[in-house]
């Protein structure tokens, strides 16, 4: 059974950082592209930065570029979102998913495995 499980969320003061964390297991995710989204509230889910399977392809919202990186361990199963230099807009559930491909997109029907979902807070 194909399982995303995020962690590393909180509530942290503008202009910290967090480290979000998602573990994969249950299907060949070596094979898809995973990426991390967010669903500010009240808000619809938003794409946030996308990782493909091989890790040598990064994409990112205009909104996070420069701020945050993804990063994957193929061997852990896992990918990583380093968030630098967190604004209050920031603020947000963060959802990890696994891609129907490789290669990866910034929409969420391309995607098809959800995590849970972790709180970032983010207080001015």
């Known amino acids: 059974q194909a399982q995303l499980v995020e962690s590393g969320g909180g509530l942290v003061q503008a202009g910290a950082a967090l480290r979000l964390s998602c573990a994969f297991s249950g299907r060949t995710f070596s094979n898809s592209a995973i990426a991390w989204f967010r669903q500010p509230p009240g808000k619809e889910r938003e794409f946030v930065a996308g990782?493909?399977?091989?890790?040598?392809?990064?994409f990112y919202a205009d909104s996070v570029k420069g701020r945050f990186t993804i990063s994957r361990d193929i061997a852990k199963s896992t990918v990583y979102l380093q968030m630098n230099s967190l604004k209050s807009e920031d603020t947000a559930v963060y959802y990890c998913a696994g891609a129907r491909d490789g290669y990866g997109t910034v929409v969420v029907q391309g995607y098809d495995n959800w995590g849970q979902g972790t709180q970032v807070t983010v207080s001015s």
């Open positions: 990782v493909n399977w091989g890790g040598n392809r990064r």
